[in-house]
């Protein structure tokens, strides 16, 4: 029997992970592992052999070593360069392609985010670079896949900056505090998606126009009392109602405890990562949190895969 490889990671039987640091770093030790991941996923498959615009044909590529470092592959039949970063998050980033999936890694592995001062520390970029790199990930990698949901979906509205300590609060400060507060709507299938989106109110058609937006009229809500969902009641297959202001949070099958639950989860990862969001950039610090929930089941392996998949289309 041939000795184990002592590199390879030794997991404890209950250890859910399937994909450590180690694994990573051994699958992309450099810039040029991660170019030619690119390039086998983009463009070719066996790591020769690509279409050659040019020529309108299978061609055979080959990578030239330059002084400027270029990274394409070029036909040997026309000279035509193939950039595999081109048209991609890192076309025209100075920052190593490395350090661009390290960024990616780290943000799959975690369950409730990371900053991006934590990421400067990790990296050893500097801040501005670290903040750019997460701010392109979350807006075009994680953006939102636009299909509605269907089925069984729990719907309820949260603000997103906490009631303050302290003692309590009078009516005047009370009615500044919630002025101040940014409203987001949660949207959950059982056992499937869910969808954030901040909205300007509670209330009336800004709470409604999102629901229509993001929930097929198939579907079967289940909300809370609050008053605002009765007009979307003859809009949809069902909706189911738990009186929350009665005290009762479960009857049966109605409830709104997965929506809840999430909510629980995203306020304690922000407060613990980022300690405050601007309202300019909420919408894409929730994308990042219902993309992780969105693929919970894929496994931390096949997480950071499927994100370098949507960085190579």
């Not at 498959?45 to 400027?68: N, S």
């Not at 193939?82 to 369950?111: C, D, E, N, Q």
């Not at 999430?262 to 980022?274: Q, S, V």
């Amino acid at each position: 029997m041939p000795p184990a490889n002592r590199h390879e990671p030794k997991r404890a039987k209950s250890s859910h992970s399937d994909y450590s640091v180690t694994e990573f770093l051994a699958e992309f030790p450099d810039d040029a592992a991660c170019l030619e991941h690119l390039w086998r996923t983009r463009y070719s498959p066996d790591g020769e052999h690509a279409h050659c615009p040019r020529c309108d044909g299978e061609k055979v590529f080959k990578r030239y070593a330059t002084k400027q470092g270029r990274q394409s592959w070029t036909c040997t039949a026309c000279g035509l360069h193939v950039h595999p970063t081109a048209g991609t998050i890192f076309a025209k980033s100075s920052t190593s392609l490395k350090l661009w999936f390290h960024a990616m890694y780290l943000m799959t592995s975690t369950r409730c985010g990371i900053s991006a001062k934590q990421l400067e520390r990790e990296l050893g970029v500097h801040y501005k670079t670290a903040w750019r790199m997460f701010n392109k990930i979350r807006t075009e990698l994680m953006k939102d896949d636009a299909l509605p949901l269907k089925g069984n979906v729990e719907i309820d509205e949260t603000g997103v900056h906490g009631r303050p300590r302290g003692p309590k609060m009078t009516k005047k400060e009370a009615a500044q505090w919630r002025e101040r507060q940014v409203s987001v709507l949660g949207m959950v299938e059982r056992g499937g998606r869910v969808k954030l989106r901040v909205i300007e109110s509670r209330r009336g058609e800004p709470l409604s126009g999102a629901v229509r937006a993001n929930v097929n009229p198939d579907a079967i809500m289940f909300t809370d009392d609050w008053g605002a969902y009765k007009p979307l009641a003859r809009e949809y297959a069902g909706h189911n109602v738990i009186n929350h202001s009665a005290g009762v949070y479960v009857w049966g099958d109605i409830h709104t405890n997965t929506i809840e639950g999430f909510f629980g989860n995203l306020k304690t990862g922000m407060r613990g990562a980022y300690k405050a969001v601007s309202q300019k950039w909420l919408q894409s610090y929730l994308d990042e949190y219902a993309w992780r929930y969105n693929h919970r089941t894929y496994g931390p392996r096949a997480m950071f895969h499927a994100l370098l998949d949507e960085a190579a289309r």
